[in-house]
């Protein structure tokens, strides 16, 4: 157990968040979600959708608000922990974050891609403590599949057990 969460696990934290993990998000091409390899799991470009809808489209700071790229950040981490949980066997066999890279398709005039990123860290650190701390990079970028705001891909350390 994570000693970082007070004693409760990260399916707790979820719970206690009022979260659940969604389904799987279903591949768009010839990819799969995420692949586990020595004591990792690193997760596809995930996007924010819910039941299989995009929850935003269009740029960032023009079509779409500062405000809706986060929540777009925060859904589509919620979609890459589903994705990462799957190949850990749950959860709970995640151990830590440990890289975060999120693309923020913007406007020619958004700078604001760091504040975007952030909808997904903020919601790492409150399900995984201090093991939720990572390393990330926000990028943005002119265009993205099905012309979503935001993607976001994952890498984090599973337990042994998980493999």
């Known amino acids: 157990m994570n000693e970082e969460l007070d004693g409760q696990t990260p399916s707790q934290r979820l719970a206690e968040l009022g979260?659940?993990?969604?389904s799987v998000a279903k591949p768009?091409?010839?990819?799969?979600?995420a692949v586990a390899s020595a004591g990792q799991v690193f997760t596809s470009g995930q996007l924010p959708t819910v039941?299989?809808?995009l929850i935003a489209t269009g740029k960032v700071g023009a079509e779409v608000s500062l405000e809706q790229a986060v929540e777009a950040a925060r859904v589509a981490a919620l979609n890459a922990l589903a994705a990462a949980a799957a190949q850990a066997g749950g959860i709970d066999n995640i151990r830590r974050v440990v890289r975060v890279v999120v693309f923020v398709a913007s406007d020619p005039s958004f700078t604001g891609q760091p504040r975007v990123a952030n909808g997904a860290s903020e919601l790492f650190g409150q399900v995984f403590g201090a093991l939720g701390v990572h390393v990330r990079s926000?990028?943005?970028?002119?265009?993205l599949p099905l012309d979503a705001p935001v993607e976001l891909e994952l890498v984090v350390e599973a337990s042994a057990a998980a493999f």
């Open 19 to 22: 979260l659940t993990l969604p």
């Open 28 to 33: 768009l091409a010839a990819y799969v979600p």
């Open 51 to 53: 039941n299989g809808t």
């Open 138 to 143: 926000a990028v943005g970028v002119s265009v």
